[in-house]
C-alpha cells in the first residue's frame, strides 16, 4: 500500500456517529473527511478526485445516499461501500445495483468497518500494482472484450466500458478462468476480499451489472449461471446453457 494516508470520506446524518468512526478510523492510519448531507457528499466527489473510499449512509433526509450514488456513478468509479439497516435487503441490493462496490448493516462495528475500507483499498491497490504483494498485469481478451489489470480498463469492441472496481475484478476473474466454474464463496473472497455472508447477493447483483453492460455493447450470454455453485465464463467455443 502507499505511504501517505488513504483519504476516506464518511458520509452520514448523524454526526455523534460520524465523530466516533471518524475517531477510530483515524487511530487505524486512514486520513477521515465527514459530511452529513447529500448533497454535499455529492458536491464534494463531483470537484475533486481524491477519495480513495467513500462510506456512504444510504438513509439519509433530503439527498439520500442512493441518490448520492446515481449521481456520482453517473461521473466517478471511485469506491463506494454503504452503511444500510441490517434487514434492509431492498436498499442493499438497490445500492449495488446502482454501483456500490459492497455494503455494510448499521450498526456497525468499527473495527469491521475498517477491515472492509482496508479490504476495498487492497484489491483496487493490488490490481494497480501499488501493494506490497502486487499481481501482474494482465492483458485478457475474449469475446470482443478486452482488459488491462495495468490501467483498470475495459473495451468492448475497442469501445469503453466504464466498470466499477468490484465489476472490473469480477470480470477479470471470470475471463481469466474462463471455462471454470467459479463458486460464489471464491468469488466474493476474491473480488471483495471478504467471506461470503449469509444470504449474501453482492456478486449476484455485480454479475447482473456486468451482463446488462455487455448487453447493452451487444454481448450476450457469455456469462452462465452454474445452480447453486457460481458462475462460468464460456470461452468461445462452449454453447450456453444457463442453469438459471
Known amino acids: 500500500m502507499k505511504n501517505e ?16 468512526l471518524s475517531e477510530f478510523l483515524q487511530e487505524e492510519g486512514f486520513d477521515v473527511e465527514t459530511l452529513h448531507t447529500g448533497d454535499a457528499a455529492t458536491q ?16 439519509m433526509p433530503g439527498m439520500s445516499g442512493l441518490d448520492v450514488l446515481r449521481s456520482v456513478r453517473a461521473k466517478r468509479q471511485v469506491p463506494i461501500l454503504m452503511l444500510t439497516g441490517r434487514g434492509d435487503d431492498i436498499d442493499r441490493i438497490v445500492g449495488l445495483e446502482m454501483g456500490a462496490d459492497d455494503y455494510l448493516g448499521k450498526p456497525c462495528n468499527p473495527r469491521e468497518l475498517s477491515a472492509r475500507i482496508k479490504a476495498i ?26 482488459l488491462d489489470t495495468g490501467t483498470r480498463t475495459a473495451l468492448v469492441n475497442n469501445n469503453p466500458l466504464p466498470l466499477t472496481s468490484a465489476e472490473f475484478n469480477a470480470l477479470s476473474l471470470l475471463m481469466t478462468r474462463a471455462g471454470q466454474t467459479i463458486t460464489k464463496q471464491d468469488m466474493t473472497q476474491e473480488v471483495l476480499n471478504r467471506p461470503l455472508e449469509a444470504y449474501d447477493r453482492a456478486m449476484d447483483v455485480h454479475i447482473s ?19 447453486g455453485v457460481g458462475y462460468q465464463m464460456l470461452t468461445e467455443q462452449q454453447p450456453n446453457q444457463d442453469d438459471n
Not at 492483458?139 to 478486452?146: A, C, D, E, S, V
Open 5 to 20: 494516508k488513504y483519504k476516506i470520506l464518511l458520509v452520514d446524518d448523524d454526526e455523534t456517529l460520524c465523530a466516533l
Open 121 to 146: 483499498i487492497r484489491r483496487t491497490e493490488n490490481s494497480l500494482g501499488n501493494g506490497v504483494e502486487t499481481k501482474p498485469i494482465v492483458h485478457t481478451q475474449l469475446h470482443g472484450i478486452k
Open 209 to 227: 451489472r456486468i451482463r446488462q453492460k455487455l448487453s447493452a455493447e451487444g454481448i450476450n450470454d457469455v456469462i452462465k449461471s452454474i445452480r
Open 44 to 59: 464534494r466527489l463531483l470537484q475533486r478526485d481524491d477519495i480513495d473510499t467513500v462510506v456512504l449512509d444510504i438513509m
